[in-house]
């Protein structure tokens, strides 16, 4: 019987992360994710490993005291956010090329099998998104009508916090949202993710001034790598914000709500 230390590696809004046996981890969930969920990620996380992409490798479903918990391989390494950063701020701009890169390197990929579609995923949020005006749900459903699909492999909630860095590479972590759809709107994502960040650290104007100065060299960098059109990723930017109202962010739900508006009026 193995069993686990008092004190959890990491924390996060859906789990913790203690130490399991030797080379691997445990992800803890709190009571309230359920079971399908977690059997979901299992499945979804497994996949997407086998298609060789820089994804930790998936283990069995345990139980832990009345709690579910997900086996996964342990990576010895840092987050590049906020760890990374923090400890060598200088590089940026090195992290940001990276995320970039790494962004790119999962939309090159297809995967047909059991990954849900991105539009279905859109539309069921921004119609959970309860704080949502209904003009302004019906103006983003119309917007994301007329924006095109794709096939590709999209993360669904990239950012620098969910890349772990090690001495040998990067690995690409928490695919839970991961869908097949299309590549720019994964970019809106992570742009309104990082935005959001920085809006929400009203207190700590360098904090705010570096991770927009990461956003810039980001985005710069993917559309230097997969040129796309500047104007359908402006078209989505409302859409993704919409969406991200349904993840109960309380502290950001005025800011989406202004984003949102505002993209539509700019779009």
Known sequence: MITISNKPIARGRTAEIYAWDEGWIVKL??????????????RISHLIHTSGLPVPAT???V???GRIGLIYQRIDGFPMWPDGLTAA???????????????ALIHDSTIMSEV????????????DAVGLPADVRKKVLAVLQKLPDDDRLCHGDFHPANILITVQKEFIIDWIDATLGNPVADVARTTI??????ARQIQQPFYKWMVHLFHTIYLNHYF???PASKHEYALWLPVVAAARMSENISELDTW????????????
């Open 59 to 61: 283990g069995e479903i």
């Open 224 to 226: 230097s790598l997969r």
């Open 116 to 127: 849900p579609p991105q539009r279905e995923r859109l539309i069921n949020k921004i119609h």
């Open 29 to 42: 969930f709190h009571d309230w994710v359920s079971e399908e969920k977690i059997k979901y990620e299992a």
């Open 193 to 198: 993710i990082l935005l959001g960040a920085a």
């Open 89 to 103: 701020p200088w590089r940026i701009f090195h992290f940001a090329r990276r995320t970039a890169e790494l962004h």
């Open 63 to 65: 139980n832990m005291n």
């Open 256 to 267: 989406l709500i202004e984003q949102t508006v505002r993209h539509l009026k700019n779009g």
